[in-house]
């Protein structure tokens, strides 16, 4: 089911959640909103299943303008992140509950409830209650039971977020498995951006209730359009600079530590320009160079044995990270460092 979400503004009383937010989100996409805690991720969810009203703006599922529809009647499903079980009811009865209130006939939802047991890998667990179950099987039939009502599209809240770092790997290819196979459409908040780069066909980044980028995973960590998402995103060095000029595909930028040249700028960058420079600490590494070339004095490592987390310092004070893989071993701190940077790894943002 594809979704069409036109300039929706949300206020409760005077405060902004939503500032003018639109996005396009295709047919079985699996779609993240990512962001910080309160830039309006869970009020964009919520207005999208119905249980908020917007203040402006529209909403359309597969073409059809669902604004003002209540939530039950708008082929969506939301799982919350407290998974809001019937705590007085097995799993399989938790499951069937919502094909009753369809009133779907019994041979069906057996058929259905069946189906969906075996589809989230549960079928010896249907008599339990939620007390007998542990968080990921709940966080298993809380998918179930959204699923088995067969929406158009999955709402996922957090789902992830009340279990421990090993489940929730698993579970992520889990849920990214079960939308696909579904042909769902799924739009999942998040505020962890390692679930949002491994599951996602594509994130939207937001930021005090507006949209600042949108791409695929790859898209908005390797050339982010604003030292906000560069940031959020993963770890990076942001050095102000100017443009001198753009040549051979490349725009050259003159920073307080240097010149570089940059493989990844705006279209409309303009020589003159005042702009940032995003270079991710991976990207770094030692060796000689013609361009791009950074002299460091190392302050800080921490050797983590597949990698090493170095802090330098440059001569006017900029304080630069780098990782090293695979270190052989740990430089003396206080040693001279000459650090390159391919121009492919180095992106312009203007904001
Ligand atoms: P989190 O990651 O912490 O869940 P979020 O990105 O989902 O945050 P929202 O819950 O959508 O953020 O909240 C967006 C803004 O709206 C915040 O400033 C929040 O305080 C405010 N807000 C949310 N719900 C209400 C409400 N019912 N009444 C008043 N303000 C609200």
């Known amino acids: 089911m594809e979704i069409n979400i036109q300039q929706v503004s949300k206020y409760y009383s005077d405060v902004l959640a939503l500032d003018n937010v639109s996005l396009d989100i295709a047919d079985g996409e699996l779609f993240f909103l990512l962001g910080p805690s309160g830039c309006g991720k869970t009020t964009l969810l919520r207005c999208l299943g119905g249980f908020e009203q917007l203040s402006k703006g529209k909403i359309f599922f597969a073409g059809k303008d669902v604004s003002n529809v209540p939530a039950n009647q708008r082929n969506s499903a939301m799982v919350f992140q407290g998974y809001a079980l019937w705590p007085h009811l097995t799993v399989w009865e938790n499951i069937s509950f919502g094909l009753e209130m369809q009133k779907i006939t019994k041979a069906e939802r057996t058929r259905r409830v069946t189906e969906v047991l075996e589809k989230v890998q549960i079928t010896d667990l249907a008599k339990r ?3 007998e179950l542990s968080g990921g099987q ?5 998918l179930a039971r959204t699923l088995v009502v ?10 992830l977020a009340n279990l421990d ?8 290819l889990e849920i990214r498995r079960l939308c696909k196979n579904s042909g769902l459409t799924g ?21 005090a209730g ?12 390797r050339q982010p359009q604003s030292r906000f998402v560069a940031s959020f995103i993963g770890e990076s060095n942001i050095l102000p600079g100017k ?14 530590c240097g010149v570089f040249r940059a493989g990844k700028f705006p279209s409309g960058l303009q020589p003159g320009s005042s702009v940032w420079l995003s270079i991710r600490p991976e990207a770094l590494h030692s060796g000689p160079s013609q361009v791009n070339r950074l002299q460091v004095t190392l302050q800080h490592i921490d050797y983590l044995g597949e990698m090493a987390d170095n802090i330098s310092v440059t001569a006017d004070g900029t304080v630069i990270k780098f990782f090293e893989l695979n270190p052989q071993g740990t430089r003396p701190e206080g040693s001279s460092i000459e650090l390159t940077v391919n121009p492919d790894e180095v992106v312009v943002m203007l904001e």
Request: net charge neutral; glycine share 4%.
């Open 129 to 131: 209650k939620p007390n």
């Open 138 to 142: 709940q966080q298993r039939v809380a």
């Open 150 to 159: 067969a929406p158009g599209c999955l709402l996922l809240d957090e789902p």
């Open 165 to 172: 770092a090993k489940l929730r790997r698993d579970m992520r």
């Open 187 to 207: 739009i999942y908040v998040t505020h962890d951006r390692q679930e949002a780069l491994s599951m996602a066909d594509r994130i939207a980044i937001m930021q």
């Open 210 to 221: 507006k949209i600042c980028q949108v791409g695929t995973a790859t898209e908005i960590y």
């Open 243 to 256: 443009c001198q000029n753009i040549s051979s595909g490349e725009a050259v930028i003159d920073t307080a």
